[in-house]
């Protein structure tokens, strides 16, 4: 998916998606990882999956500029039957 496609998607203004729903109020490359977290997992620890970023990251997501990493952690809490999972995100 290219920057524009995210930023149109998302209705994203100076890096914020700002679309009600899921990532409302995220940063624009939360909706990029999360989903990745979910498949093949380059390193994790714990609840934690670690993305070492790409340039061709660095390109789509200026706002990762001098950032190496991208934490995805993984929650999930049980209020009822079923469990509903919660994700936070960091840059290192």
Do not use: C, W
Not at 79 to 85: A, C, T, Y
Request: a negative charge; proline letters at 9%; zero cysteines.
């Amino acid at each position: 998916m290219k920057r524009y496609e995210i930023d149109q998607e998302f209705q994203v203004k100076q890096g914020i998606v700002r679309k009600p729903g899921r990532y409302y109020g995220k940063p624009v490359y939360m909706v990029y990882y999360v989903p990745r977290a979910h498949g093949s997992i380059p390193e994790r620890d714990g609840n934690d999956v670690i993305f070492t970023i790409t340039p061709d990251e660095h390109e789509l997501f200026p706002e990762l500029e001098g950032k190496t990493k991208v934490i995805v952690t993984i929650t999930v809490n049980q209020p009822g039957l079923e469990p509903v999972m919660g994700y936070s995100i960091r840059v290192e």
